[in-house]
């Protein structure tokens, strides 16, 4: 269920999801899953067992096993007993699934939120999208290298304030 239709979910959905919705990112802590589009349903079944689903930004993402883990202890806290976490691969994770809440607090971190639209193809002739810096706004920035901190940045630079940034990686 897309986070866009919380207002027409179930009281019981409703509230399963708000707890879903205090599991942050352990790698960018201002994001939440839901913020990040990892979260793709959240049911509860007439037992009472919850299952929720999630799609990782890439396949080999080393903090889904530390969501799965946040997922089962928020639900427990909750008082959700029985709680199963399901990893799906298709459809792929793609940056557009980023909600304009979660592109709003990256760049409120110092994190470029990706570029919206499909991945741009002329990243494969070595052509870079035009990236805000999150500090001044400016377009005058450059890409210093294709990785950053971590697998889904790469670090830039403003040529105008002069700060290095991160910008998340469109995918």
Known sequence: MPVEA???R???LTKLWQVLEAVVDPEIPVLTIADLGLLRDADIASNGA???TIT???SG???MNMIEREIKEVLGAAGYG???VKTVLHP???TDWLSEAGREKLRAYGIAPPVTGSPSKRALFGAEPEVACP???SQQTEQVSAFGSTACKALWRCRACLEPFDYFKCI
């Open 56 to 58: 990782p930004t890439y």
């Open 50 to 52: 919850v299952t929720v």
């Open 6 to 8: 919380f207002e027409t």
């Open 10 to 12: 179930p009281p019981e």
């Open 92 to 94: 792929a994770w793609t």
């Open 82 to 84: 029985s709680v199963e």
């Open 135 to 137: 500090h001044c706004g």
């Open 61 to 63: 993402c080393p903090a």
